[in-house]
């Protein structure tokens, strides 16, 4: 789709849980001075409402309506640190990161009703001077028209690992095997699902983070963006 020259410009970061989305995506905001949307934590806050409201991660029509009237906000929090998330007022950021919100958010991601309500909220980020997208659909349906579009993807492996070291800082202590089982499940979930599967855009640049640090993934998509 041709960019809208007369709309804010837009930079989507897509790609699988544990690619590096979020970090890169809160470095480059900061970096080209561009808002930003977690798109995915927009399914954990819903699945987080849910989960508080009583709602059964199976009645779409519940889920959808939760989607519907979400009171979120984001709030810019130091280099490092994954961005604020307001739920009704409260801080929610810790919450939403458990495996467990994790993957209810996925289960909540594949019903087409949840996904319908949270475009326009999606899409009403999109202000001056530009925004940066972090999430999985962002270049082939949310933003279609975005100037530039980046997939980041890693190996499962190495995904876990990343992983199994931030909960191991957070003093949580899982076995990576059954992170890595997590993430293979997930992944083949989201990449089969029949409404805005887990794929680059056609005109996607992708970019394999394996073995590489934030600073280098954030210079190659600086250099994408023209900012080298």
Same mark, same amino acid.
């Given at each position: 789709?041709?960019?809208?020259?007369?709309?804010?410009?837009?930079?989507?970061?897509?790609?699988?849980?544990?690619?590096?989305?979020?970090?890169?995506?809160?470095?480059?905001?900061?970096?080209?001075?561009?808002?930003?949307?977690?798109?995915?934590?927009?399914?954990?806050?819903?699945?987080?409402?849910?989960?508080?409201?009583?709602?059964?991660?199976?009645?779409?029509? +519940?889920?959808?309506?939760?989607?519907?009237?979400? =009171? &979120? #906000?984001?709030?810019?929090?130091?280099?490092?640190?994954?961005?604020?998330?307001?739920?009704?007022?409260?801080?929610?950021?810790? +919450?939403?990161?458990?495996?467990?919100?994790?993957?209810? #958010?996925?289960?909540?991601? &594949?019903?087409?009703? &949840?996904?319908? #309500?949270?475009?326009?909220?999606?899409?009403?980020?999109?202000? #001056?001077?530009?925004?940066?997208?972090?999430?999985?659909?962002?270049?082939?349906?949310?933003?279609? !028209?975005?100037?530039?579009?980046?997939?980041?993807?890693?190996?499962? +492996?190495? @995904?876990?690992? @990343?992983?199994?070291?931030?909960?191991?800082?957070?003093?949580?202590?899982?076995?990576?095997? !059954?992170?890595?089982?997590?993430?293979?499940?997930? %992944?083949?979930?989201?990449?089969?699902?029949?409404?805005?599967?887990?794929?680059?855009?056609? !005109? =996607?640049?992708?970019? %394999?983070?394996?073995?590489?640090?934030?600073?280098? &993934?954030?210079?190659?998509?600086?250099?994408?963006?023209?900012?080298?």
């Amino acid at each position: 789709m041709k960019p809208d020259s007369d709309a804010p410009p837009i930079i989507c970061l897509d790609g699988p849980s544990g690619a590096g989305k979020g970090t890169v995506s809160q470095l480059l905001a900061r970096r080209m001075g561009y808002r930003l949307l977690d798109s995915g934590a927009l399914y954990r806050v819903t699945a987080l409402s849910a989960m508080r409201h009583g709602v059964s991660l199976d009645d779409a029509e +519940e889920l959808a309506k939760t989607a519907r009237n979400l =009171a &979120v #906000a984001f709030e810019a929090t130091p280099p490092g640190e994954p961005a604020r998330v307001i739920l009704d007022g409260s801080d929610v950021t810790a +919450e939403i990161r458990t495996e467990k919100c994790g993957d209810n #958010a996925s289960r909540v991601a &594949v019903i087409p009703a &949840v996904r319908t #309500a949270l475009l326009q909220l999606q899409r009403d980020f999109r202000q #001056a001077p530009g925004l940066v997208a972090d999430g999985r659909d962002m270049g082939t349906v949310v933003f279609p !028209d975005a100037q530039l579009k980046v997939f980041l993807t890693a190996s499962a +492996e190495e @995904r876990a690992e @990343r992983r199994h070291r931030q909960l191991l800082d957070a003093g949580i202590d899982v076995k990576i095997s !059954d992170l890595l089982k997590e993430i293979k499940a997930r %992944d083949e979930r989201d990449m089969n699902r029949e409404t805005a599967p887990l794929k680059p855009a056609d !005109d =996607a640049h992708v970019v %394999d983070t394996t073995g590489l640090g934030i600073e280098e &993934v954030l210079d190659r998509v600086l250099a994408l963006a023209g900012r080298d």
